[in-house]
């Protein structure tokens, strides 16, 4: 070895015993999650508010507030929709006006980059076809739906949301029941994780024949209201072909007129597994007559369900 090189090999050796030599630090990388806020604003008619800009949205996660990275009006973003009929026979009389109204409304929303899966659940939950833009499937598979026994409510919920999860764009569930249920196998805790790990928009539509009739089971549709207003969507009494017609039009008014907000969570304040967002309007006339509904929150880690 020449004496330049016995010289480096030394020196080398000497920065190693004083700890100047280490290896750098690992690079961590922390992936930070782009948040979704499908925002749905009305005004005091129920009308939807569609004029607004980036500056009238306060966006907050745990109350603290949020930088808006995405704004974007949804009217052209992709929708993916399960649309879930109670199949029970406690739906016999108004399952034929159901499935004319449903139809009707596949026809008036879905476009060419849409997409909807059609199921039925009594004591089972089937899905009588799978996501499609086409409607004349559609309709073969509305003709095929059949009356069941029990209510599967709950399992519906479940598995329509987890049919959503891998979907783009905007996801929407919209179930057509009469709010009982009495043969799931999931519970009303699990079906509303699922909903809102998919970011699934839940729609209600409660088919009685009096809102507050005596003797009938609420405990289904109470839960079908919180689910509704816990992921931004919505619920519906109808008692008729014009009330079901009137809802699934709302529900297709709406879903033209959503906005998107998007952000990237800055640090956290909460060590919940549960992020609460809160969006409200700011700098607009008559704000405080507008409503504003979009989901609850999400969970940062998956259900162990």
């Not at 808006?68 to 009217?75: P, R, Y």
């Not at 109204?101 to 879905?110: K, N, Y």
Request: hydrophobic letters at 40%.
């Amino acid at each position: 070895m020449t004496k330049p090189a016995v010289i480096l090999f030394f020196f080398f050796l000497s920065l190693c015993a004083t700890g100047l030599a280490q290896d750098p630090e690992p690079t961590v990388k922390v992936d930070v999650k782009l948040v979704n806020v499908f925002v749905t604003v009305t005004d005091e008619h129920g009308a939807p508010v569609t004029k607004l800009k980036k500056e009238n949205f306060d966006l907050r996660e745990d109350n603290k507030e949020q930088k808006i990275a995405v704004f974007d009006k949804e009217s052209a973003v992709p929708l993916s929709i399960v649309l879930a009929v109670d199949t029970s026979l406690s739906t016999r009389k108004d399952l034929p006006l159901e499935l004319a109204s449903a139809r009707r409304f596949a026809h008036t929303i879905l476009r060419p980059v849409d997409a909807l899966s059609l199921y039925q659940f009594s004591e089972v939950v089937d899905e009588v076809v799978a996501f499609t833009p086409d409607l004349k499937k559609i309709d073969r598979a509305i003709d095929q739906i059949r009356l069941g026994a029990a209510t599967a409510l709950y399992d519906a919920l479940y598995l329509g949301s987890r049919a959503l999860e891998s979907r783009q764009g905007r996801k929407v569930l919209v179930v057509i029941t009469d709010g009982g249920d009495t043969v799931s196998k999931i519970d009303y805790k699990e079906a509303v994780r699922a909903a809102q790990e998919a970011e699934a928009i839940v729609y209600s539509i409660i088919v009685v024949p009096i809102e507050a009739s005596a003797g009938r089971d609420t405990g289904g549709e109470h839960a079908l209201i919180q689910l509704s207003a816990d992921t931004g969507g919505k619920y519906f009494y109808a008692s008729s072909l014009p009330q079901l017609d009137d809802a699934f039009r709302q529900i297709s008014d709406e879903l033209r007129t959503q906005y998107l907000l998007a952000y990237y969570p800055s640090q956290r304040l909460s060590d919940s597994d549960f992020r609460r967002i809160q969006v409200r309007i700011t700098g607009a006339p008559a704000t405080s007559a507008f409503q504003v509904r979009h989901r609850a929150g999400y969970f940062t880690s998956k259900s162990p369900w």
